[in-house]
């Protein structure tokens, strides 16, 4: 047994059912990506359109594919037609070219809504008052090719363990707020993707259903 499928089964052995493993396989090969599907992992996250375009047509149709880095407006048209979930989007611009695309082909695509947590200026996402301006405004509603399943966020790169659980217990509390105020009897509305190789440990404890790994399973990222 490889080590990639070493540490899936060793995850997946830790992880409540309830929550989801995405393995960020950006930067690694399709021989990884290969190695970890067929240990049974079917989820891959990656975070440039090009990379997954390279990679999909490579290997199995039936992986589930994360957009999880930031995502450009003119990328949108072309990973609408296959991508599983895309979980950056973070801003209300960019899901409306989401849904322009998706509504094109008649395919209503999953997205999360990424929420900014952490204390630092590189990270990306909507504030709770950006959100709130949306959802008065039904804005949300609008969106019929884009189905709003939660949310996402990145907490701050640090050692301090508990910043990161003060910022991962915002981030549930955001998605409950939204969820009692705007997303009301949405079943799909269920998702808080948060935690990575570093901290999922703590994610999961806070309320994650999502944990993003990459480092753990696949060794640290190569340079692009």
Same mark, same amino acid.
């Given at each position: $047994?490889?080590?990639?499928? %070493? ?19 950006? @930067? ?43 995502? !450009? ?39 999360? +809504? !990424? ?38 966020? $990145?907490? @701050? ?38 935690? $990575?190789?570093?901290?999922? %440990? +703590? ?22």
């Amino acid at each position: $047994m490889s080590r990639i499928s %070493e540490y899936i089964i060793k995850i997946k052995s830790q992880i409540p059912e309830s929550v989801k493993l995405v393995a960020v396989s950006k @930067t690694k090969p399709v021989s990884d990506i290969m190695e970890a599907y067929n240990s049974g992992q079917r989820c891959f996250g990656e975070n440039r359109v090009h990379e997954i375009l390279i990679k999909k047509d490579s290997l199995p149709a039936d992986i589930e594919w994360h957009l999880i880095g930031h995502l !450009q407006s003119n990328k949108v048209k072309a990973i609408v037609p296959f991508i599983g979930m895309i979980e950056s989007v973070d801003s209300f611009r960019l899901m409306s070219v989401i849904n322009s695309e998706a509504l094109k082909i008649n395919r209503v695509v999953d997205c999360l +809504i !990424q929420i900014y947590i952490a204390d630092e200026e590189t990270k990306s996402g909507f504030s709770m008052t950006e959100l709130t301006g949306i959802g008065e405004e039904h804005a949300f509603d609008e969106l019929k090719s884009i189905r709003i399943c939660g949310v996402m966020g $990145m907490a @701050t790169f640090t050692s301090d363990s508990l910043e990161v659980r003060k910022e991962f217990a915002y981030l549930a509390d955001c998605f409950r707020t939204l969820k009692d105020t705007y997303f009301k009897g949405n079943p799909h509305f269920r998702e808080i993707s948060m935690g $990575m190789s570093g901290d999922y %440990e +703590i994610a999961i404890e806070e309320g994650s259903t999502m944990i993003r790994v990459g480092s753990m399973i696949f060794g640290e990222r190569n340079k692009y």
